[in-house]
């Protein structure tokens, strides 16, 4: 049973760049979230995707973009990249949306480490 | 929107000690609260959650209690081991017209010492 994969592990970008990130839910898991997750914080929902829409969306600017593909991984797209965007980002999948006990439980990647400089 | 705040944020026990950590959040709305455990480098894994329609959960050495009208939730964890030694985040689960969001606190870093 194939958990939730990230990719890349590790990247380093310039101040002004753009980045994308991708995510592939567990297997039998339709909906992807994803956070931000500063050093010695707790990770902040960025948003979440649902049969390839944004459903839900936390305080990030528009610069922070996503997608959904059919096959239910994602992509998380951050656009002319700060300093302070440096951080580890998660994805986190689930089943479905609220109302069911298993659409509660999310699972998490590894993963990515930006780097911004 | 949701503010989960969680204390302490470090804590330190002698391995087979318990360690209890607390969490306050503000929307009355919200009716789930897991808590996820992070290694050094490694993903959050959640360890336990609980239902607003429960006012105590347990797993072995780890429980969690919860109380609505205070809006707060604890974990307890019993006989401590060294493996247990990690940061632990609570979070607060708002559910409703057909999403959900997850607030984290800021998580406690606990050490279990020998």
């Known amino acids: 049973d194939a958990g939730v994969t990230q990719s890349p592990t590790h990247l380093i970008k310039t101040r002004g760049q753009q980045v994308t990130l991708r995510c592939s839910p567990k297997s039998g898991h339709d909906t992807v979230s994803w956070y931000q997750q500063a050093l010695g914080q707790g990770p902040q929902f960025i948003f979440q995707y649902y049969e390839e829409e944004e459903r839900q969306r936390g305080n990030f600017p528009d610069r922070f973009s996503g997608h959904q593909f059919p096959n239910y991984s994602s992509e998380l797209n951050v656009n002319a990249l700060l300093l302070g965007d440096s951080a580890l980002y998660l994805c986190a999948s689930s089943l479905g949306l609220a109302g069911f006990r298993s659409a509660y439980e999310q699972y998490f990647g590894p993963g990515t480490r930006l780097t911004v400089t | 929107g949701e503010n989960v705040e969680q204390h302490p944020s470090t804590l330190s026990v002698q391995e087979g000690d318990s360690a209890v950590i607390k969490c306050t959040y503000s929307d009355s709305a919200s009716n789930y609260f897991p808590w996820y455990k992070q290694e050094l480098g490694k993903r959050p894994q959640l360890i336990i959650d609980i239902r607003s329609n429960v006012g105590e959960k347990k797993d072995q050495r780890i429980a969690v209690t919860l109380n609505k009208t205070a809006k707060h939730f604890s974990l307890h964890i019993t006989e401590t081991q060294p493996e247990d030694s990690a940061v632990y985040f609570c979070?607060?689960?708002?559910?409703?017209?057909?999403?959900?969001?997850?607030?984290f606190g800021k998580g406690t870093k606990l050490s279990v010492i020998p």
């Open positions: 979070a607060a689960y708002i559910s409703g017209a057909g999403s959900y969001q997850l607030t």
